[in-house]
């Protein structure tokens, strides 16, 4: 499955430099490398000491709050969409991008659906990885997040809800 990052307007195809490690396999000295939340806080000393960039994933029921005190470390969170009526991923990205003021990249994994990838964005989300059900990638990310001219929330970026467009404009009437 493809990973596309999607960055200021435009969305390509990346090579995932990080290696997915699962909680019982040995971790890598050198390399980017993803783990769960919970394999981080039990190797939390030991993942930080290595040379390479880190990344953790995080499951519908972590609290993305839990990474306050390494977010500067990490390079990568991947946030799980382990159905697509499950939207505590959401949540999560939001955390990640607001309150923790997170730079690095918010990456959704599981299922991930093009009707959905429009407000994954809005909550922060930069990176998808899912199945394409035709055309490219990057072009089925592209067009599904401009898909919606108008945001009627606050988003995590930098667009305008429309009720604020509305409001400056009854000003200047």
Not at 35 to 52: H, M, W
Not at 74 to 83: G, M, R, Y
Request: charged share 30%; aromatic share 8%; glycine share 6%.
């Amino acid at each position: 499955m493809p990973t596309v990052k999607f960055e200021n307007g435009k969305a390509a195809i990346i090579e995932d430099a990080f290696a997915c490690v699962e909680d019982d396999q040995p971790i890598p000295t050198e390399g980017a490398v993803c783990v769960s939340l919970e394999r981080f806080k039990t190797d939390k000393e030991a993942i930080l000491a290595r040379n390479g960039d880190i990344g953790v994933r995080l499951v519908p029921d972590d609290d993305a709050l839990e990474l306050t005190d390494v977010i500067d470390r990490l390079s990568l969170v991947e946030v799980t969409f382990p159905k697509y009526t499950d939207g505590r991923a959401f949540s999560q990205a939001q955390l990640l991008r607001r309150r923790l003021q997170f730079k690095g990249e918010v990456r959704a994994i599981g299922q991930v659906l093009r009707d959905q990838m429009d407000q994954m964005a809005r909550c922060g989300i930069d990176g998808f990885v899912f199945e394409p059900t035709s055309g490219e990638a990057p072009d089925v990310v592209e067009n599904a997040i401009a898909d919606f001219a108008y945001a009627y929330q606050r988003t995590s970026g930098a667009q305008t809800p429309i009720f604020a467009r509305r409001h400056v404009a009854s000003k200047n009437i």
